[in-house]
T-cell receptor, first 109, second 113 residues
Framework: KNEVEQSPQNLTAQEGEFITINCSYS?????LHWLQQHPGGGIVSLFM???GKKKHGRLIATINIQEKHSSLHITASHPRDSAVYIC???????????FGKGTLLTVNP | EPEVTQTPSHQVTQMGQEVILRCVPI?????FYWYRQILGQKVEFLVS????????KSEIFDDQFSVERPDGSNFTLKIRSTKLEDSAMYFC???????????FGPGTRLTVL
């Protein structure tokens, strides 16, 4: 079983829709990251969370430590939001990130 | 805005050849990482580096791999004798502390023929 599971694997939405991507993890963590990977391959860090909620523009990330679950929400989605969204966790004092398989989001105009 | 850079963007090599992938982390960052992503698969951790030594490495990072910070700005990943299965996108990342956000470079696509 993967330590980090994301759902859905693929998501297609119409422009303007509210998007939710989920991440569940099976281990104790010290931080959870949400990252965005565009078709060209580059990876951009969106959020790093250890508790609660963070907001940046139209993006909101939440985490529930007790339930070992995090969500990434996109409000008023736009075609430029189309990308792979990746959840990654850091455990304890480890340096490395363990990644989920990603969610491919396609937003149609 | 400072960014992590990587060169080359694409490297093609023959099986058995040595390759060196180069990264310039963000200048005041102290922690450096290499990750790889085989086509269609998830990103995997290779190694982290701090204070001129490896701080953590994965089981993928065997004797064929080495990392070095040869000067104050570059961070390199060397693969001594490439195999077909080393074909992947290799990402460098850096962070100021071990708990801060990691900033990723654009990646080097390595193709081993």
């Amino acid at each position: 079983k993967n330590e980090v599971e994301q759902s859905p694997q693929n998501l297609t939405a119409q422009e303007g829709e509210f998007i939710t991507i989920n991440c569940s993890y099976s281990v104790g963590i010290s931080a959870l990251h949400w990252l965005q990977q565009h078709p060209g391959g580059g990876i951009v860090s969106l959020f790093m969370l250890s508790s609660g909620k963070k907001k940046h523009g139209r993006l909101i990330a939440t985490i529930n430590i007790q339930e070992k679950h995090s969500s990434l929400h996109i409000t008023a989605s736009h075609p430029r939001d189309s990308a792979v969204y990746i959840c990654a966790v850091r455990r304890g004092s480890n340096y490395k990130l363990t990644f989920g398989k990603g969610t491919l989001l396609t937003v149609n105009p | 805005e400072p960014e992590v850079t990587q060169t080359p963007s694409h490297q093609v090599t023959q099986m058995g050849q040595e390759v060196i992938l180069r990264c310039v982390p963000i200048s005041n960052h102290l922690y450096f990482y290499w990750y790889r992503q085989i086509l269609g698969q998830k990103v995997e951790f290779l190694v982290s580096f701090y204070n001129n030594e490896i701080s953590e490495k994965s089981e993928i990072f065997d004797d064929q791999f080495s990392v070095e910070r040869p000067d104050g700005s570059n961070f390199t990943l060397k693969i001594r004798s490439t195999k077909l299965e080393d074909s992947a996108m290799y990402f460098c990342a850096s962070s100021y502390t071990e708990v801060d956000t990691q900033y990723f470079g654009p990646g080097t696509r390595l193709t081993v023929l």
